[in-house]
């Protein structure tokens, strides 16, 4: 009964990862021949799963103008700005990441305990009585070694720059923009993809509209790709679902 309970979870996974690379297949099967379909232009708004980004905003304050004066007070210009400022207006966020970190750990421990109590005679006498035998001289005795040594390094480059236009999405209440850019690229048979989202200020804008990476909050950068090069080079389902459900 318990083997059949440690088994259904496992036949299940098995059973999910076959439907699913069964579809993946299918759809595989169907694209034979042809280049990987580019994703549809659509607002980001009408996404399953959306939501509206929603952060801590301080108590919104009254424009004041003063009175016979061309300026009005937190203007950015005299003139127009032409800076990205409300929902639907694009700004080019330039990409610039360079990250390496350089990680080297070596850990190192023994334990040897022993234990050992034992006794010469018995009441003064050197064999137990009745039994008429000699007194153990060994009562109880334990001996315990332990040791662990771990090491760990991790040595990593990455660099990746390049630009992306992003789309304004929402106005937070205090003035500062959510923002989300979406770049895919076909050659031949495989499609790079590159997305970019956050929230950015606007005086965070250049004056030829664009922003840096690093300026923007709750930045989340992906970039990937699909296709026949990439299809390849990750592992089967299968062994994707082994990989998950075995314990060694």
């Not at 999910?16 to 299918?26: D, E, M, P, R, V």
């Not at 070596?106 to 009745?130: C, H, L, Q, W, Y």
Request: with cysteine.
């Amino acid at each position: 009964m318990k083997a059949n309970i440690v088994m259904r979870p496992i036949l299940l996974s098995v059973l999910a990862g076959s439907l699913l690379s069964g579809c993946a297949a299918f759809d595989r099967i169907k694209n034979i021949g042809q280049a990987p379909p580019l994703s549809t232009v659509d607002n980001p708004t009408t996404r399953p799963g959306y939501k509206p980004v929603q952060m801590p905003m301080p108590a919104a304050q009254p424009a004041s103008y003063n009175p016979n004066s061309l300026w009005r007070n937190g203007s950015r210009a005299f003139f127009k700005d032409q800076r990205a400022h409300q929902v639907g207006d694009i700004l080019t966020v330039k990409v610039n990441i360079t990250d390496k970190a350089i990680i080297d750990n070596e850990t190192k421990r023994s334990r040897t305990a022993a234990e050992d109590s034992g006794i010469d005679n018995f009441f003064g006498k050197s064999k137990v009585p009745i039994l008429n035998t000699a007194v153990p001289t060994k009562i109880f005795t334990a001996d315990s070694t332990g040791s662990s040594e771990g090491k760990g390094s991790v040595n990593r480059q990455e660099a990746l720059l390049t630009n992306v236009a992003g789309v304004v999405t929402q106005v937070l209440p205090n003035g500062n923009l959510v923002i989300e850019g979406r770049q895919e690229i076909r050659v031949n048979f495989e499609i790079r993809e590159l997305i970019v989202a956050g929230i950015v200020r606007p005086e965070d804008i250049e004056s030829d509209n664009t922003i840096e990476s690093t300026k923007i909050a709750q930045a989340r950068i992906a970039y990937g790709g699909r296709g026949q090069i990439t299809d390849v080079q990750q592992p089967r389902y299968g062994q994707q679902v082994l990989d998950v459900i075995l314990p060694f």
